[in-house]
């Protein structure tokens, strides 16, 4: 089963930039971006749709950007004008794909996760 690392989180200035990766093992259907505060439910940072667009989370659009490095196998998230409020883990997640002789058969869901890599924004 594939699996996912990431890397690229640290400690940042508020207004500063940051970039995330998320290598992936083998072949997916797909990755995306959570991140979790402690004593707060997991919050949607960014995720494929069909037609090779992506949804981001509200508290992010317009300053995070996900994109794909299809040779890579790495999905990266750049993030820019980092506030305060976006300290956080953050996971990436993939669906993962089993291959038949009939086809590629994907989970539905995000079923696949990273152990996570910390992003902290001073003020």
């Known amino acids: 089963q594939v699996q996912v690392v990431e890397s690229g989180g640290g400690s940042v200035q508020a207004g500063g930039s940051l970039q995330l990766s998320c290598a992936a093992s083998?072949?997916?259907?797909?990755m995306s971006w959570y991140r979790q505060t402690p004593g707060k439910e997991r919050e949607l940072v960014s995720r494929?749709?069909?037609?090779?667009?992506?949804e981001y989370g509200d508290s992010v659009k317009g300053r995070f950007t996900a994109s794909v490095d299809k040779a890579a196998n790495t999905l990266n998230l750049q993030m820019n004008n980092l506030k305060t409020d976006d300290t956080a883990v953050y996971y990436c997640?993939?669906?993962?794909?089993?291959?038949?002789?009939?086809?590629?058969?994907?989970?539905?869901?995000?079923?696949?996760w990273g152990q996570g890599t910390q992003v902290t924004v001073s003020a």
């Open positions: 997640a993939a669906r993962s794909a089993r291959r038949f002789t009939y086809g590629l058969v994907c989970s539905p869901t995000f079923d696949v």
């Open positions: 083998g072949e997916n259907c797909g």
């Open positions: 494929p749709l069909s037609l090779g667009t992506t």
